[in-house]
Protein backbone atom coordinates (compact mmCIF):
# COMPACT_ATOMS: atom_id res chain seq x y z
CA UNK A 1 0.00 0.00 0.00
CA UNK A 2 1.02 3.58 -0.81
CA UNK A 3 -0.19 6.51 1.02
CA UNK A 4 -0.96 9.77 -1.37
CA UNK A 5 2.50 11.72 -1.63
CA UNK A 6 3.10 8.19 -3.81
CA UNK A 7 0.55 10.22 -6.55
CA UNK A 8 2.45 12.95 -6.23
CA UNK A 9 5.58 11.61 -7.16
CA UNK A 10 9.10 10.73 -5.06
CA UNK A 11 12.41 11.56 -5.81
CA UNK A 12 14.91 9.01 -6.76
CA UNK A 13 16.26 8.46 -3.00
CA UNK A 14 12.68 8.65 -1.78
CA UNK A 15 11.99 5.43 -3.86
CA UNK A 16 15.27 3.62 -3.57
CA UNK A 17 14.17 3.92 0.62
CA UNK A 18 10.78 2.88 0.09
CA UNK A 19 12.09 -0.45 -2.36
CA UNK A 20 15.28 -1.06 -0.79
CA UNK A 21 17.56 -0.10 -3.35
CA UNK A 22 20.52 2.06 -4.16
CA UNK A 23 20.19 5.54 -6.28
CA UNK A 24 22.91 4.03 -8.64
CA UNK A 25 20.74 1.38 -9.04
CA UNK A 26 17.86 3.00 -9.65
CA UNK A 27 19.86 5.69 -12.21
CA UNK A 28 21.22 2.75 -13.66
CA UNK A 29 17.74 1.49 -14.39
CA UNK A 30 16.75 4.10 -15.56
CA UNK A 31 19.20 4.48 -18.28
CA UNK A 32 18.81 1.12 -19.50
CA UNK A 33 15.11 1.54 -19.68
CA UNK A 34 14.31 -0.65 -17.49
CA UNK A 35 12.31 1.23 -14.51
CA UNK A 36 12.16 4.92 -15.56
CA UNK A 37 10.26 7.81 -13.63
CA UNK A 38 7.09 8.85 -14.76
CA UNK A 39 7.36 12.78 -13.94
CA UNK A 40 9.39 15.55 -13.91
CA UNK A 41 9.52 18.13 -11.42
CA UNK A 42 9.77 22.25 -13.01
CA UNK A 43 13.29 21.95 -12.24
CA UNK A 44 13.89 18.79 -14.47
CA UNK A 45 14.01 16.36 -11.48
CA UNK A 46 12.65 13.43 -12.28
CA UNK A 47 9.79 11.93 -9.74
CA UNK A 48 8.37 8.21 -9.39
CA UNK A 49 4.76 7.37 -9.31
CA UNK A 50 2.63 4.84 -7.47
CA UNK A 51 2.83 3.00 -10.74
CA UNK A 52 6.58 3.27 -11.09
CA UNK A 53 7.37 2.33 -7.58
CA UNK A 54 5.34 -0.99 -8.17
CA UNK A 55 6.97 -1.68 -11.03
CA UNK A 56 10.54 -1.17 -9.17
CA UNK A 57 9.36 -3.68 -5.97
CA UNK A 58 8.31 -6.12 -8.99
CA UNK A 59 12.17 -5.69 -10.12
CA UNK A 60 13.02 -5.76 -6.08
CA UNK A 61 11.33 -9.30 -6.41
CA UNK A 62 12.74 -10.85 -9.69
CA UNK A 63 16.44 -9.61 -8.94
CA UNK A 64 16.01 -11.63 -5.71
CA UNK A 65 14.83 -14.76 -6.98
CA UNK A 66 18.06 -14.46 -8.77
CA UNK A 67 17.12 -13.36 -12.70
CA UNK A 68 19.31 -11.35 -14.19
CA UNK A 69 18.10 -8.05 -15.63
CA UNK A 70 17.40 -8.72 -19.17
CA UNK A 71 15.22 -11.86 -17.72
CA UNK A 72 13.30 -9.46 -15.37
CA UNK A 73 12.85 -7.51 -18.80
CA UNK A 74 11.27 -10.07 -20.46
CA UNK A 75 9.01 -11.14 -17.87
CA UNK A 76 7.67 -7.71 -17.06
CA UNK A 77 7.21 -6.23 -20.95
CA UNK A 78 7.36 -9.71 -23.00
CA UNK A 79 3.73 -10.56 -23.49
CA UNK A 80 5.33 -13.87 -25.15
CA UNK A 81 7.51 -14.82 -22.38
CA UNK A 82 6.10 -18.25 -20.46
CA UNK A 83 6.46 -16.17 -17.16
CA UNK A 84 5.27 -19.77 -15.17
CA UNK A 85 7.93 -21.73 -17.45
CA UNK A 86 10.63 -18.83 -16.20
CA UNK A 87 9.34 -18.89 -12.58
CA UNK A 88 9.53 -22.67 -12.64
CA UNK A 89 13.95 -22.36 -14.14
CA UNK A 90 14.49 -20.08 -11.45
CA UNK A 91 12.74 -21.89 -8.71
CA UNK A 92 15.05 -25.00 -9.87
CA UNK A 93 18.17 -22.61 -9.64
CA UNK A 94 16.91 -21.94 -6.21
CA UNK A 95 16.70 -25.15 -4.62
CA UNK A 96 20.24 -25.93 -6.28
CA UNK A 97 21.61 -22.45 -4.52
CA UNK A 98 20.19 -23.70 -0.94
CA UNK A 99 21.40 -26.99 -0.92
CA UNK A 100 24.86 -25.31 -2.06
CA UNK A 101 24.44 -23.38 1.00
CA UNK A 102 23.47 -25.92 3.33
CA UNK A 103 26.43 -27.78 2.64
CA UNK A 104 28.40 -24.71 3.04
CA UNK A 105 26.90 -24.33 6.58
CA UNK A 106 27.49 -27.88 7.11
CA UNK A 107 31.41 -27.25 6.29
CA UNK A 108 31.59 -24.20 8.60
CA UNK A 109 29.34 -26.01 11.56
CA UNK A 110 32.66 -28.73 11.01
CA UNK A 111 35.01 -25.75 10.54
CA UNK A 112 33.43 -24.30 13.87
CA UNK A 113 33.79 -27.94 15.70
CA UNK A 114 37.78 -27.99 14.70
CA UNK A 115 38.56 -24.72 16.31
CA UNK A 116 36.74 -25.91 19.29
CA UNK A 117 37.59 -29.35 19.77
CA UNK A 118 40.48 -29.96 17.16
CA UNK A 119 39.81 -33.80 15.95
CA UNK A 120 36.13 -34.56 15.26
CA UNK A 121 35.75 -38.17 16.60
CA UNK A 122 33.90 -39.61 18.92
CA UNK A 123 35.80 -40.97 21.98
CA UNK A 124 35.59 -44.52 20.79
CA UNK A 125 36.77 -43.63 17.42
CA UNK A 126 39.42 -42.10 19.07
CA UNK A 127 40.15 -44.91 20.83
CA UNK A 128 40.32 -47.10 17.78
CA UNK A 129 42.51 -44.46 15.65
CA UNK A 130 44.88 -43.60 17.97
CA UNK A 131 45.21 -46.81 20.47
CA UNK A 132 44.03 -47.33 23.59
CA UNK A 133 46.64 -44.92 25.29
CA UNK A 134 45.35 -41.50 23.44
CA UNK A 135 43.71 -39.19 25.81
CA UNK A 136 40.30 -37.73 23.94
CA UNK A 137 41.29 -34.51 26.32
CA UNK A 138 44.16 -33.91 24.48
CA UNK A 139 43.35 -31.72 21.33
CA UNK A 140 40.76 -29.59 24.05
CA UNK A 141 43.97 -29.24 25.85
CA UNK A 142 45.99 -28.18 22.79
CA UNK A 143 43.71 -25.67 22.54
CA UNK A 144 43.71 -24.00 25.91
CA UNK A 145 47.84 -23.42 24.86
CA UNK A 146 47.93 -22.69 21.22
CA UNK A 147 44.29 -21.87 20.56
CA UNK A 148 45.24 -18.33 19.23
CA UNK A 149 48.28 -19.65 16.85
CA UNK A 150 48.63 -19.49 13.39
CA UNK A 151 49.40 -23.61 13.44
CA UNK A 152 46.01 -24.29 15.08
CA UNK A 153 44.41 -22.77 12.56
CA UNK A 154 46.28 -24.57 10.22
CA UNK A 155 45.31 -27.77 11.94
CA UNK A 156 41.78 -27.21 12.48
CA UNK A 157 41.49 -26.75 8.84
CA UNK A 158 42.99 -29.92 8.41
CA UNK A 159 40.62 -31.73 11.07
CA UNK A 160 37.25 -30.26 9.85
CA UNK A 161 37.75 -32.02 6.38
CA UNK A 162 39.28 -35.31 8.33
CA UNK A 163 37.02 -38.39 8.90
CA UNK A 164 38.07 -41.86 10.84
CA UNK A 165 39.82 -43.16 8.05
CA UNK A 166 41.63 -40.15 6.77
CA UNK A 167 43.13 -40.03 10.23
CA UNK A 168 43.85 -43.11 10.39
CA UNK A 169 46.09 -42.48 7.35
CA UNK A 170 47.81 -39.88 9.02
CA UNK A 171 48.53 -41.91 11.84
CA UNK A 172 49.77 -45.03 10.05
CA UNK A 173 52.36 -42.27 8.43
CA UNK A 174 53.63 -41.66 11.31
CA UNK A 175 53.54 -44.85 12.99
CA UNK A 176 56.02 -46.13 10.14
CA UNK A 177 58.07 -43.07 10.28
CA UNK A 178 58.98 -43.66 14.18
CA UNK A 179 59.19 -47.55 13.24
CA UNK A 180 61.84 -45.99 10.54
CA UNK A 181 63.52 -43.99 12.67
CA UNK A 182 63.94 -46.56 15.68
CA UNK A 183 65.46 -49.07 12.97
CA UNK A 184 67.61 -46.07 11.72
CA UNK A 185 69.01 -45.62 15.22
CA UNK A 186 69.52 -49.23 15.86
CA UNK A 187 71.63 -49.41 12.68
CA UNK A 188 73.93 -46.76 13.56
CA UNK A 189 72.76 -43.92 11.13
CA UNK A 190 75.47 -40.87 12.11
CA UNK A 191 73.09 -37.49 12.60
CA UNK A 192 74.06 -35.53 9.14
CA UNK A 193 74.47 -38.14 6.86
CA UNK A 194 72.21 -38.02 3.98
CA UNK A 195 69.98 -41.30 5.35
CA UNK A 196 69.83 -39.31 8.76
CA UNK A 197 68.66 -35.96 6.61
CA UNK A 198 66.72 -38.13 4.40
CA UNK A 199 64.36 -38.75 7.62
CA UNK A 200 64.38 -35.68 8.91
CA UNK A 201 63.08 -34.45 5.47
CA UNK A 202 60.10 -37.17 5.50
CA UNK A 203 59.69 -35.92 9.11
CA UNK A 204 58.81 -32.58 7.97
CA UNK A 205 56.55 -33.84 5.19
CA UNK A 206 54.59 -36.39 7.54
CA UNK A 207 54.53 -34.08 9.90
CA UNK A 208 52.47 -31.42 7.83
CA UNK A 209 49.11 -33.56 8.20
CA UNK A 210 49.13 -31.21 11.63
CA UNK A 211 50.60 -27.92 9.73
CA UNK A 212 53.24 -27.07 8.15
CA UNK A 213 56.44 -27.11 10.05
CA UNK A 214 59.49 -25.10 8.87
CA UNK A 215 62.99 -26.48 9.83
CA UNK A 216 63.50 -23.88 12.82
CA UNK A 217 60.20 -25.22 14.05
CA UNK A 218 61.16 -28.90 13.33
CA UNK A 219 64.19 -27.99 15.55
CA UNK A 220 62.26 -26.93 18.08
CA UNK A 221 59.96 -29.68 18.47
CA UNK A 222 63.12 -31.98 18.05
CA UNK A 223 64.09 -30.26 21.64
CA UNK A 224 60.61 -30.65 22.86
CA UNK A 225 60.82 -34.50 22.09
CA UNK A 226 63.55 -34.73 24.24
CA UNK A 227 62.76 -32.43 27.45
CA UNK A 228 59.46 -32.76 27.39
CA UNK A 229 58.34 -36.00 29.76
CA UNK A 230 55.43 -37.13 27.88
CA UNK A 231 57.30 -36.92 24.17
CA UNK A 232 59.90 -38.45 25.90
CA UNK A 233 58.80 -41.39 27.00
CA UNK A 234 56.58 -42.02 23.72
CA UNK A 235 59.60 -41.96 21.55
CA UNK A 236 61.83 -43.68 23.85
CA UNK A 237 59.07 -46.72 24.99
CA UNK A 238 59.58 -47.10 20.84
CA UNK A 239 63.67 -47.18 21.45
CA UNK A 240 65.19 -45.97 24.27
CA UNK A 241 67.34 -42.84 23.23
CA UNK A 242 65.37 -42.01 20.71
CA UNK A 243 63.87 -38.70 21.59
CA UNK A 244 67.63 -37.82 22.12
CA UNK A 245 68.86 -38.98 18.90
CA UNK A 246 66.16 -37.53 16.85
CA UNK A 247 66.75 -34.16 18.51
CA UNK A 248 70.53 -34.97 17.20
CA UNK A 249 69.81 -35.64 13.72
CA UNK A 250 67.39 -32.99 13.11
CA UNK A 251 70.23 -30.33 14.79
CA UNK A 252 72.54 -31.63 12.45
CA UNK A 253 70.51 -30.87 9.32
CA UNK A 254 69.58 -27.61 10.87
CA UNK A 255 72.77 -26.42 10.80
CA UNK A 256 73.56 -27.77 7.28
CA UNK A 257 70.74 -25.20 6.20
CA UNK A 258 72.65 -22.10 8.09
CA UNK A 259 70.40 -22.66 10.86
CA UNK A 260 71.82 -23.04 14.46
CA UNK A 261 69.75 -25.24 16.96
CA UNK A 262 70.60 -23.02 19.87
CA UNK A 263 69.23 -20.13 19.04
CA UNK A 264 66.18 -21.53 16.81
CA UNK A 265 62.67 -20.24 17.63
CA UNK A 266 59.27 -21.19 16.44
CA UNK A 267 58.68 -19.21 13.23
Known amino acids: MHDARDTEGLTVGQAGARVGVTVRALHHWDEIGLARPSLRTTAGYRLYTAADLERLHRIVVHRELGLGLDRIRAVLDDPATDVPGALRAQRTQVAERIERLQR ?23 ATVFGPGWDPEGPVKARLLYGDTPQWQQFAERSAARGPEDWQAVTDAMTDLERALAEAMD ?9 ANALVERHRHVFAAYFPLT ?19 HYDG ?25 TATWE
Open 238 to 262: IRTGLAAWFRRIVDASARAHGIDPD
Open 104 to 126: LGAGLDRMIDAHERGVLLTVEEQ
Open 215 to 233: RQMQVCLGRTYETDPGFAA
Open 187 to 195: AGVAPGSSA
